[in-house]
């Protein structure tokens, strides 16, 4: 059965529209027969449905003012319709802030008012309800109790004096987790902390703390937080999935400096070690408030992630909230949106024997201007040297790099230690001053735009490690040290595939068994989209027309090179594929050839490599095709200044089978695009400083329309971009020097998604 009753929280009631026990004396008259159906009511639904649901003892009780009585045992004493009739609510705890009154998700209730939730509560455990009228006691039982309140206003009330707490706002959240609890188990499902839950936020009624509280149901308990608990800022907000991290005070620095003391410094983390807590993490937190009552233990947590709900009231923006501090006097949580207008963008180019960091200074919605420029070249070619540049002008050039930096997360070490200790650059005094940190990621799977690295992308993009194997663990390395060393900026992941989402399906599919190929995700990615999409625009301009009007066939030739054919401003076709592996040679790699050739290298292909690690799997077909070839193979080394300088044999040998492939690729390119090239455009490292590469290229495409003009071939680039042709010929031939930091910091800026 269940009891209801109504009843307002003046003492008027309405004697038609009370259920009546059946074994009640039905002669009781109500106190009042003026009911004003204006005023507050309170309907309650007891006992549990278990004992009397649609029994002949179904009561309905209706329910008129109440009081909290704050001796032993805690009890709501509530006044009912009938004189002589009480209902009390006997609390689970003696102090208040361990009562926590249940109101269900938006979601249950799809077509309503999000707000009406709150007009039925519960709790999530059986209390004990003693029910009185002048015949004496006719119930007193542990039941599941349930309120439907008749206004919102009387329900918040209510709470607030059952918790010596008021409720100051609730949010409709679909997930919320921590770093102990994530948000999705292996294979994918929604897991966190709870789900489907209505977060509530709370204002102490005897000190100025606040709190939010919401039932962890995957943990079947309440979650209470302390907001001083957590900084002042949100980190990972993420306004279209809206997603937004509350970081426990100080865990982050604690763990920073655990790492620069040494623990783990060199070692390649896991995203489970870096969003995983740490011993001796855990945040500061606040001493307890003035209230009677606790705010036991610290924090178990480094940060609580929270998704809204799509239909919540704050619609896509996720609500921003600015704590109050403790020492504010009665301060209120406030709902705002940030606004920061410019901060400083470092944008990082991980590629396979360099890393290039690059420092904006960016305006929300302009194009960046670059402050500082570093680089360090050659990993593959022992010792690294280090370039930086400030204002345009040279500061450091070819200086070897001490030590033993092999790996691109030590080479970002090194470039960021240089842009702090310079100086010169006040704009990055220190890690706090960078606000956004962009990441070029090789291998974006099906991302088809840049996104900020939550928890979610990062493992998502663990997952893709293994199909660039020279690029994306080592990324993430560097995305690794910018979470843990530089925890103000965000970080956000652009991808070198996105640019060529627009491959044709006759181009992008291989031709295997369709569902093999649609299950396992094989087809073309194709990669340097970053350094396309800027040598697309770049080359637009000096031809004077616009980005979407442009044919070219783009060469990007560096430690890894590939071809690009581009029309309208669109990459309809490139030589790379599911990997960087194929397509051209590159320093360490074989490019495209026979697919069997490997079965008859070794006998052991199929075996992982010992060169494995946790974060890449690669077996040792994939480490010869992709460490032990290309012309380091042939020559002995990855320098490919040296080799287009050699007349020796092997050097020579190398050189034409790399200008051989080059052209294999343009003359391809040329017929697909019918012939309509408005250039062909150099970039990379190689396509850049080799003019010998470039005028034996060129000097095979003559009988497509294309020419040299050896003069402006053997100069130094000094601008941007520059025409090299020769006059009066088809087809013009372009160098460019491009820059896939900048192209990543203008799409950061422009973007407001990820502005702070
Ligand atoms: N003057 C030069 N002539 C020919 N090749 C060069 C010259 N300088 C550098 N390179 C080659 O450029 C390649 C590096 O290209 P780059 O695009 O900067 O690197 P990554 O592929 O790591 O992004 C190396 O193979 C290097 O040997
Ligand atoms: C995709 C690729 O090969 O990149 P990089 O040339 O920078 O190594
Ligand atoms: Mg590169």
Not at 258 to 267: N, V
Not at 563 to 579: E, F, P, Q, R, V
Not at 581 to 603: C, E, I, K, N, Q
Request: proline share 5%; with cysteine.
């Amino acid at each position: 059965m269940a009891a209801s009753g109504r009843s307002g929280s003046s003492s008027s009631f309405n004697s038609s529209s009370r259920g009546v026990p059946p074994q009640f004396d039905q002669n009781i008259s109500p106190t009042d027969l003026t009911f004003t159906p204006t005023s507050a009511q309170y309907l309650t639904r007891w006992p549990s449905r278990k004992l009397y649901e649609r029994t002949p003892n179904e009561t309905t009780v209706f329910l008129g003012p109440w009081e909290v009585i704050n001796t032993e045992p805690r009890r709501v004493v509530w006044q009912c319709s009938y004189a002589g009739e009480v209902l009390e609510h006997f609390l689970p705890s003696d102090h208040p802030t361990e009562v926590f009154p249940y109101t269900l998700h938006a979601q249950h209730r799809r077509f309503g008012d999000p707000r009406e939730m709150e007009l039925y509560l519960n709790f999530r455990e059986p209390h004990r309800i003693r029910y009185a009228t002048l015949n004496g006691v006719f119930h007193d039982e542990f039941i599941e109790v349930q309120y439907e309140f008749t206004t919102i206003e009387s329900s918040i009330q209510f709470q607030g004096d059952i918790r010596s707490r008021d409720l100051i706002d609730w949010f409709d959240v679909d997930v919320v987790w921590s770093d102990n609890h994530r948000r999705t188990d292996s294979y994918g499902n929604i897991r966190g902390l709870g789900t489907i839950q209505r977060m509530k936020l709370w204002r102490d009624r005897y000190s100025t703390f606040h709190y939010i509280t919401f039932y962890a149901n995957h943990r079947r308990r309440w979650k209470e937080y302390l907001v001083h608990d957590f900084e002042n800022e949100f980190r990972q907000r993420d306004d279209r999935h809206r997603r937004v991290q509350l970081n426990a005070r100080g865990a982050r620095r604690g763990s920073a400096s655990e790492s620069s003391h040494g623990q783990s410094r060199d070692r390649r983390f896991s995203a489970s070690s870096i969003f995983r807590p740490r011993q001796n993490s855990s945040a500061s937190h606040a001493s307890s408030s003035s209230s009677s009552h606790s705010y036991q233990s610290g924090l178990d947590i480094r940060y609580l992630g929270i998704q809204f709900t799509r239909n919540d009231r704050f619609g896509n923006l996720a609500p921003v909230l600015e704590p109050a501090s403790p020492a504010d006097s009665g301060g209120t949580p406030q709902l705002c949106s940030g606004n920061k207008m410019k901060t400083i963008i470092l944008s990082v180019n991980a590629g396979s024997s360099s890393v290039k960091v690059s420092v904006y200074s960016a305006e929300r919605g302009a194009s960046p201007s670059q402050l500082a420029e570093c680089q360090v070249n050659g990993l593959t070619a022992l010792p690294p040297t280090l370039d930086y540049s400030r204002d345009g002008k040279s500061v450091i050039k070819g200086q070897k790099v001490k030590g033993n930096a092999t790996s691109q997360r030590d080479a970002f070490g090194i470039l960021l230690k240089t842009l702090i200790e310079d100086d010169e650059l006040p704009q990055v005094g220190g890690k706090d001053d960078i606000g956004i940190i962009c990441h070029r990621i090789v291998h974006g799977g099906d991302y088809s735009r840049p996104q900020l690295i939550t928890e979610d992308t990062y493992y998502h993009l663990e997952e893709l490690n293994d199909l660039a194997p020279l690029h994306n663990a080592n990324s993430l390395g560097i995305v690794q040290a910018c979470i843990q060393d530089l925890p103000e900026a965000r970080n956000v992941a652009c991808f070198d595939s996105h640019f060529h989402s627009t491959i044709p399906p006759h181009i992008r599919t291989y031709p295997i068994n369709p569902e093999i190929a649609k299950s396992n995700k094989l087809r073309k990615y194709g990669f340097h989209g970053i350094s396309y999409a800027f040598i697309t625009r770049e080359s637009a301009a000096l031809l004077g027309k616009k980005p979407d009007e442009v044919n070219l066939i783009a060469l990007h030739l560096g430690s890894g090179a590939s071809a690009c054919a581009i029309k309208g401003g669109k990459s309809w076709d490139t030589s790379m594929g599911l990997t960087p592996l194929a397509g051209l040679p590159g320093a360490t790699r074989s490019g495209s050839v026979d697919p069997s050739l490997v079965f008859h290298y070794a006998s052991d292909v199929g075996k992982l490599s010992p060169a494995s690690t946790k974060e890449l799997h690669i077996s040792r077909a994939e480490e010869i095709l992709n460490k032990e070839s290309g012309w380091k193979a042939l020559t002995g080394t990855t320098n490919f200044a040296s080799i287009a300088a050699s007349d020796e044999p092997a050097m020579r040998l190398a050189f034409d089978l790399v200008v051989d492939r080059i052209c294999g690729f343009v003359g391809s390119y040329y017929v697909s695009l019918h012939g309509r090239v408005d250039a062909l455009v150099f970039a990379g490292g190689i396509g850049e400083k080799s003019d010998r590469l470039r005028r034996a290229v060129v000097e095979q495409l003559e009988c497509l329309g294309f020419g040299l003009d050896d003069g402006a071939n053997g100069r130094k680039l000094e601008g941007v971009i520059e025409d090299i042709s020769r006059v009066n010929v088809k087809h013009k031939v372009l160098v460019c020097a491009t820059d896939e930091q900048f192209e990543m910091a203008r799409a950061c800026a422009e973007d407001e998604e990820f502005w702070p």
